[in-house]
Each structure stands twice: as structure tokens, then as C-alpha cells.
């Protein structure tokens, strides 16, 4: 069960509760106050019982676990009530109907609420059957005694249940809706999750071991040093894919102290301490130490300041050096540290990051991210609110269609004697359904009326004229006047939009018009009790109705943000689990190449001042820039991937010539890894120039090396890749392949 329809139920029955308190008690004490009664006293001990029991009823069955119990009993009462009608109603042809009548019948139609169809349909038979045998003790073969009140009774039952019916059918549709949005909004959410968690974890790879290793492999590290362990170490936490809990909060300032603190710069500081959510906290963290980082290596500068600055809604930091400074705009796009390690960490953060620099005038980072962020409230409450009003719209439509063709046309047939004229009856049967039509026609196409519908009100009015103006004076009001009360129906599928008081306004309105062509009249079929409870009786199930739309309308938004609330449970739950197994799945690929380095520099096992530590220092970081390449998206990936290895080997001292010539296909990663791999190997130990060059065809790409460095090896063909290796002198020509097969 969805959260609309769960939503649906508990206030449904308790807004039918509401709505039988006030309709019985508003009835049956107007009788009491109002009209006769064969035993008065007993009458009153009765209405007044039914309604405290109607209260408490109320009160237990909203909070009762079981409540069939509480119904049988509910039963059992009111069985007793229509049963004792000879000491409490009085037989008057003029009355409208009783009270008791009322009672039983608002009872019934609120009943869909609480019990199934089937124990409906017994509680229907059984209290009809009783009140058709206590008319028949009060007033035996009297006016009382009617089977069209019967009939009529039973209608209204299988009416309410239909509304009911439609209604949650409404709330299981717009479900099944929110249902089917949520599984994409969380599908998209893993997927955006894994991408950007994925991109994180590359950024701080980039931060720490990649910095760490080509550290190592450019000879900065001349020994074993107690500051490279400890940093090893904590590459070693990156690495194995630890996260900060996303919920956490943590103090900004503490965490960039902290960075501040592994670095050889003197940092002035100036700002306040602000807590953010630790997710964010850690994304500053990492954006600063890449900032202070470059400043070690490029600005030419053992100064920095650092400034944290916040506004209502958005924090700021600033990383300034007075260094020599740079052009940001000739930056290659594959340069990872300013694109993708500052600049895109804080678009994932909601903020945005921009580097102001120019050549003489250091450097400028700022980065901001605001302190709070929107949550997409999506269109559930206009999806579950559309769905709601449009079953009830259905089964309002419904209810009329059976009410003008099962009530109203055999009264018109009937009643011919109580009219002036008949034509007048027909146009206004006939525009009424046509009213109803055109309704169930624009909603079956989702079409709204717009202002049409002003124009369909007034048409209802003026069919409403014509049908009490045709009528009698002395059949006004009664059954033969079948258009006082009904025509309201149409005025309900009209204004279900509109605000209660707009609506009942209008409704109200009808029911005056009609009045005053009796007052006109002055002669009507009823007593003035007789109007009261006739009217009251389907007035207020039609005002019922605009209270179900404004209570449907309130309920599409409570729906809408429980289903939220779930499904961002759900998605939160999805986005966990996806990240555990992906961080899995690449420490694992780290395992074997990256980590036994990191844990050899952490435990002092490896010695950076080594040739061979650091050549494979010096492979690792070529291979992990690599992977960072892999993950922009770009024309050419192969060529970009190939640029970021050119670059880490340009970082080790070593000049390297690039060329490319022909087109290529687009690779997938493990093929361009393969091509790739021989270059990283042989820029690595390369001594002196290197030349790099790339040829292609639609069918064949070939990457190939040249450059004084160590052996290699040719290899058999791996993944359509075929690796080929010649020396020439101290000179090694290596040339890797792939062909299509």
C-alpha cells in the first residue's frame, strides 16, 4: 500500500465520522426542537443518546485497533433506533422525510470507510429491512410506509460506495505513478552518487597518493623521512575508500587547519569557524590542500593566506599567495588539479570555485558552497492531487448520471399532472445530462474547463429556472420537483476546483433561487420542517463533497511528502550499498600496484632514494594519472589520457615530443589501457628526450614510444593489442597495437 492510499484511509474515515456527527445531530435535534413526536420524552432521550453515542463513537473508532466491534455495535444501536419510530416520529406526508430516515441513511453512506463491500452490503439489507419493518409498527400502510424510500436508501449506499471506491482507486493510481517516478529519481540519484563519488575519490587520489608517488619518482625524496611515512599513511586512508558520515557536522576551520599543518608554507588566517555538513566540510578540506599545494610547487612563494568567510546562506573560502602567478586561461583542459580536483569538487557541492591570477600578481582561490540546499520537490503532490480529484471528479459524475436516470427521469414521467408544460422537464433533464457529459468527456481526456465551466454554471442556473418554474406551485419542493436539489450535482462537478467557500457559495446560491420561486409561489409541497430536512439531507452530501476535494487537496501534499520522505530512505539505502560495492572495486584495483608502494613508504620497508622505488613510484603516478584522464569526457580519450601520462613524465624532467596522425575509433578503456601502458613504462625510466607519436585508422590505432630507457619486452596479442619492442643502441623503440578483428 502506497503513501497516498495510506494516507487516504485513516482521513477518510475519520472525515466520515465527522460528517455523520454533524449531519445526524443536525437533523435529528432540528425534528426535536422543530417538529412532533408521539412520545416526546422518550424522542428526546433517544436523539440525545444517538448523538453522545455518535460522539464516542467518533472519538474510540479514530483510535481503535479493532474496529468490526465497535461497527456491530454501532449496528446493534441504530437497529434499535429505527425499530422504535412509533414513539418518535410522526406520520406526515408534508415532513420529507424523518429524521430517522436521515439518521440511517448518512450512517450507510458513510460506512464504505470502515467495513468491505460485502459487510456493506449485509449492514445495507439488514438496517433497511429493519427501518422498512419499524415504519410499518408507526404507521402502518401510511405515508411512512414507502418503498421508494427503500430504493432510494439502497442507491444511495451503492452511490457512496462508488465514490469510495473511486477515490481510493485514485489513490492507488497516483501510487503506482509516484512509484514508477521514484524508481527513475533513484536510479538517477545511484547513478549521480556513483559519478560523483567517483570523481571525488579521483580528486583525492589526485590530492594525495598521486602527489605522494610522483613526489617520489621526481627524486624530491632523497631518504627515508618520518613526514613521508606519516603522509603515506594517510594516502593509505584515501586509498581504501573511507568515508565521513553524510549526516555528520564538523567545525571548517579545524579541518583546514589541519591540511594547513602538512604543508612547508606560513599560512595567516582570518575568518570564523563555521560548521557545515562534514561531506562538505571534507570537499573544502581537499580543495585547499590541492590549493596549497600548488602554491608549493608553482608560486615561487613560502606564503599563503588563508580566509573563511559567511553570509546567510553560502560560505567562502579564499587560498591567496603573492607569488609569480599564472595566465588560468592557458591551463591545458587536461591539467587535473585546476579543472577537476578544485573547480568541479565544488560545483558537486552545490558551490563553484574560480582561480584570479595573472603573471606577477599571485593567486587567487575561492571557493563557495552554500549552507543550505533545495531539495527537488518534484510533482508528486501535483501527480497524487491530479489523480485524487480525478476520481472523485468520476465519481461524483457517476452518482449524477444514476441519480438523473434512475431518480429524476421516472419522477418526470410520473409527474406529469404537476407540471405547466413538459417540454420545459425535458430541456431540463436533457441539459442537465449534457452538463454531466461534458464534464465526464474533459475528464476523460485530463482536459481542465477553464473558463467554459462559468458558462456551463450558468446554463445549470437557468435550466434550474426553468425546471421550478414549469412546476405547480402546490408540487413545488416535493417529488415532482425533481430539479430543486438534484441540479446541484452539476454545480458540484463545476466547482470541485474552487475553494470551499466559493464553492458552497455557489451551491447555497442554487438552492436560494430555487426557494424564491416558492416564496414566489407562496405554495409549496413541503412544511417547513419538510424543507429543512429534504434539503439539508442532500445539500449537505453535495457541500460533503467540496470538503472531500479541499481534504484530498491538503492529503496530495502530506502524501506527496511522506512518499518523499520514503523515498529518499529508499534511494539513501540504494546509493549506500552501490557506493560500498564501488569503492570495493577500486581499492581492488589498487591493491596489487598502488598500495603495496603506499604501505612500503608508510612503514619505511621501501627507500625513496632507491632507482627502482622510484621508477615505480614514478609508473604508478603516470598510471593514476591516466585513470584520472579516464574519467573526462572529451572527443578524443585516448590522445587525452595520452597528454596527462606526457605531462607526469614532463613533471620527472623528461621533454617529451608529441605527435598524432590519422582518425581512430573510440576505444574502450581496458584496449586504450593496453595501448597506453608501454608509454607509461618507458616515459617513466627515460633518460634525456622522448618522442611519443599516435596513428590510425578506422580498423587499426597504433601508440608508439621512442626514448633511452629499460628493456621491454614484446608481448602476444592481448585484447586485439599486440605490443613490439626493438633497441637501437641505448634507444628503445616501442610500438603497441590494435587491430580490429
Request: glycine residues 8%; neutral net charge; contains cysteine.
Given at each position: ?238 586509498v581504501s575508500g573511507s568515508q565521513v558520515e553524510p549526516t555528520a557536522e564538523t567545525g571548517l576551520l579545524e579541518l583546514l ?52 568567510l559567511k553570509d546567510d546562506n553560502t560560505v567562502t573560502v579564499e587560498i591567496s599567495d603573492h607569488g609569480k602567478g599564472f ?280 627507500d625513496p632514494a632507491e632507482e627502482s622505488v622510484r621508477r615505480s613510484c614514478a609508473v604508478e603516478a603516470a598510471r593514476m ?117
Amino acid at each position: 500500500m502506497g503513501s497516498a492510499e495510506r494516507e487516504l484511509l485513516p482521513r477518510g474515515m475519520r472525515y466520515a465520522l465527522g460528517l455523520r456527527l454533524v449531519l445526524v445531530g443536525t437533523s435529528s435535534l432540528w425534528s426535536l426542537l422543530f417538529g412532533s413526536a408521539p412520545n416526546q420524552a422518550i424522542t428526546t432521550a433517544v436523539v440525545l443518546g444517538l448523538n453522545v453515542w455518535n460522539l464516542w463513537y467518533a472519538y474510540i473508532l479514530a483510535r481503535a485497533a479493532r474496529r468490526y466491534w465497535w461497527v456491530a455495535a454501532d449496528v446493534a444501536i441504530l437497529s434499535g433506533v429505527v425499530l422504535t419510530q412509533f414513539w418518535t416520529v410522526t406520520s406526515d406526508p408534508r415532513a420529507g422525510g424523518t429524521w430517522v430516515l436521515i439518521a440511517m441513511a448518512i450512517t450507510l453512506i458513510t460506512y464504505p470507510w470502515l467495513v468491505s463491500g460485502l459487510v456493506l452490503a449485509v449492514i445495507t439489507v439488514l438496517l433497511v429491512g429493519l427501518h422498512y419493518a419499524g415504519t410499518w409498527l408507526a404507521d402502518p400502510g401510511g405515508w411512512l410506509v414507502s418503498e421508494a424510500v427503500v430504493v432510494w436508501t439502497v442507491v444511495e449506499v451503492v452511490l457512496s460506495w462508488a465514490l469510495y471506491r473511486f477515490v481510493r482507486r485514485s489513490a492507488r493510481a497516483a501510487d503506482r505513478v509516484v512509484e514508477r517516478e521514484e524508481s527513475l529519481r533513484r536510479e538517477a540519484a545511484v547513478s549521480a552518487a556513483r559519478r560523483a563519488d567517483e570523481r571525488e575519490y579521483l580528486a583525492a587520489l589526485h590530492d594525495t597518493a598521486s602527489a605522494t608517488l610522483l613526489m617520489v619518482g621526481a627524486g624530491v625524496v632523497q631518504g627515508r623521512e618520518s613526514w613521508l611515512a606519516e603522509q603515506a599513511a594517510r594516502d593509505l586512508r584515501e586509498v581504501s575508500g573511507s568515508q565521513v558520515e553524510p549526516t555528520a557536522e564538523t567545525g571548517l576551520l579545524e579541518l583546514l587547519r589541519d591540511v594547513a599543518a602538512h604543508t612547508t608554507l606560513q599560512i595567516s588566517w582570518s575568518g570564523t569557524d563555521v560548521r557545515l555538513p562534514a561531506v562538505d566540510a571534507v570537499l573544502f578540506s581537499r580543495g585547499v590542500r590541492e590549493a596549497l599545494t600548488n602554491v608549493v610547487r608553482h608560486a615561487d612563494t613560502d606564503r599563503a593566506e588563508i580566509h573563511v568567510l559567511k553570509d546567510d546562506n553560502t560560505v567562502t573560502v579564499e587560498i591567496s599567495d603573492h607569488g609569480k602567478g599564472f595566465s588560468p586561461d592557458q591551463v591545458p583542459d587536461h591539467r587535473y588539479g585546476v579543472t577537476r580536483s578544485l573547480v568541479e569538487r565544488t560545483k558537486r557541492a552545490g558551490g563553484n570555485a574560480e582561480i584570479i591570477s595573472s603573471p606577477g600578481s599571485g593567486t587567487t582561490v575561492r571557493m563557495t558552497c552554500p549552507l543550505r540546499r533545495e531539495e527537488p520537490s518534484g510533482d508528486d503532490a501535483r501527480l497524487i492531487g491530479t489523480s485524487f480529484q480525478r476520481g472523485l471528479r468520476w465519481g461524483v459524475i457517476v452518482m449524477s448520471t444514476a441519480i438523473l436516470l434512475g431518480l429524476d427521469l421516472p419522477r418526470l414521467l410520473s409527474s406529469q399532472d404537476a407540471y405547466h408544460a413538459m417540454w420545459p422537464q425535458y430541456v431540463t433533464w436533457l441539459g442537465l445530462l449534457a452538463v454531466t457529459v461534458v464534464v465526464a468527456v474533459a475528464t476523460w481526456r485530463d482536459k481542465p474547463l477553464g473558463r467554459s465551466r462559468w458558462v456551463l454554471l450558468a446554463f445549470v442556473f437557468a435550466l434550474s429556472i426553468l425546471g421550478a418554474v414549469s412546476v405547480k406551485p402546490e408540487y413545488l419542493l416535493g417529488p415532482a420537483h425533481w430539479s430543486e436539489g438534484d441540479a446541484g450535482w452539476q454545480v458540484v462537478l463545476l466547482m470541485m476546483d474552487s475553494r470551499v467557500v466559493v464553492f458552497a457559495s455557489v451551491l447555497v446560491a442554487q438552492y436560494l433561487m430555487t426557494f424564491g420561486v416558492a416564496v414566489v409561489a407562496g405554495q409549496a409541497a413541503l412544511s417547513v420542517v419538510g424543507v429543512v430536512n429534504a434539503t439539508w439531507a442532500v445539500l449537505t452530501y453535495q457541500l460533503a463533497i467540496a470538503m472531500i476535494a479541499a481534504v484530498l487537496r491538503g492529503l496530495a501534499v502530506r502524501s506527496a511528502k511522506v512518499a518523499r520522505d520514503e523515498e529518499q530512505l529508499r534511494t539513501a539505502e540504494a546509493v549506500a550499498r552501490q557506493l560500498h560495492e564501488d569503492r570495493k572495486q577500486r581499492y581492488a584495483g589498487l591493491a596489487e600496484t598502488t598500495v603495496p608502494l603506499l604501505q612500503g613508504l608508510a612503514s619505511g620497508e621501501l627507500d625513496p632514494a632507491e632507482e627502482s622505488v622510484r621508477r615505480s613510484c614514478a609508473v604508478e603516478a603516470a598510471r593514476m594519472r591516466r585513470l584520472f584522464a579516464e574519467g573526462s569526457t572529451v572527443s578524443d580519450p585516448l590522445l587525452h589520457e595520452l597528454r596527462a601520462c606526457i605531462e607526469t613524465a614532463e613533471r620527472l624532467g623528461v621533454p617529451v615530443s608529441f605527435a598524432e596522425r590519422g582518425t581512430r575509433p573510440t576505444l574502450p578503456a581496458q584496449i586504450r589501457r593496453r595501448l597506453t601502458e608501454p608509454t607509461i613504462a618507458a616515459l617513466a625510466t627515460a633518460r634525456g628526450k622522448a618522442r611519443v607519436t599516435v596513428t590510425g585508422t578506422d580498423e587499426t590505432v597504433t601508440v608508439s614510444v621512442l626514448a633511452a630507457c629499460e628493456p621491454y619486452t614484446s608481448t602476444s596479442d592481448t585484447d586485439g593489442v599486440s605490443i613490439s619492442a626493438m633497441q637501437s643502441g641505448d634507444r628503445w623503440w616501442i610500438q603497441a597495437t590494435w587491430q580490429l578483428t
